[in-house]
């Protein structure tokens, strides 16, 4: 969905370094979601923000850590990261008090 | 957390109807059953939602029982287009807030 882009959309780092997934949506939504995706254990929450500040632990935080500076912004970062934090990332978005979420095309880090 | 189970794949042949079955614990009072498709390298799309009974749109038809402890998809005479993996999502209360649980997913297959 080109109103959830997501930057960068391939990123290949080192055991230790700092690293920066940014989200941004066109779509006016107040709440937006971080997940990732790997191999046969389908999509896991790790944080989400149901308005600007607002940040909530989703299932797998541990590791992350996300910023909610503006509405339309969403990033999340891995202060020293891990191989076994290799995955594929995605961002969603969804308006207040509806279900739907509308999702970004996935950033794919693969940490060495 | 709630845990949800699919089926891992599914075949199918063109123009058949295909079903698939979430089956959820712990659903919560006020939580919809929401139902996603993805196709690789994308992020998941909206296919469906509903709370109870049965609900239908354009592309698929949704049937939860009384007791809401599990959910079937129906996709109606399946193309090789709609050939992914299609994910359940169930809104979860937990002690940090609402937590949202993707079923692993279930890869279909359409034959020709």
């Known amino acids: 969905d080109a109103d959830v882009t997501q930057t960068p959309r391939n990123r290949i780092t080192k055991t230790g370094k700092r690293i920066m997934l940014e989200c941004s949506q066109t779509k006016g939504h107040d709440r937006m979601y971080w997940y990732r995706q790997d191999p046969g254990l389908g999509l896991r929450l790790i944080y989400y923000s149901f308005d600007v500040k607002d940040i909530n632990k989703g299932e797998i935080s541990d590791g992350y850590s996300v910023s909610r500076q503006a509405q339309a912004k969403f990033s999340l970062s891995l202060e020293s990261a891990i191989p076994n934090q290799t995955a594929l990332y995605f961002c969603?978005?969804?308006?207040?008090?509806?279900?739907?979420?509308?999702f970004g095309p996935g950033t794919r880090l693969t940490v060495l | 957390l709630a845990k949800t189970t699919q089926p891992i794949s599914m075949d199918s042949y063109e123009g058949q109807e295909v079903n698939i079955t979430c089956s959820h614990n712990?659903?919560?009072?006020?939580?919809?059953i929401t139902w996603y498709q993805q196709f690789p390298s994308q992020g998941p799309r909206f296919i469906i939602q509903?709370?109870?009974t049965k609900v239908t749109n354009e592309v698929a038809s949704l049937f939860i029982p009384a007791d809401r402890k599990s959910s079937t998809l129906s996709l109606p005479r399946v193309s090789l287009s709609d050939t992914a993996v299609y994910y359940c999502l169930v809104g979860e209360r937990n002690n940090y807030g609402q937590n949202f649980v993707f079923g692993p997913g279930t890869r279909l297959s359409v034959l020709p």
């Open positions: 712990n659903i919560a009072t006020n939580d919809y």
């Open positions: 969603a978005t969804s308006e207040r008090g509806a279900n739907e979420q509308f």
């Open positions: 509903g709370y109870k």
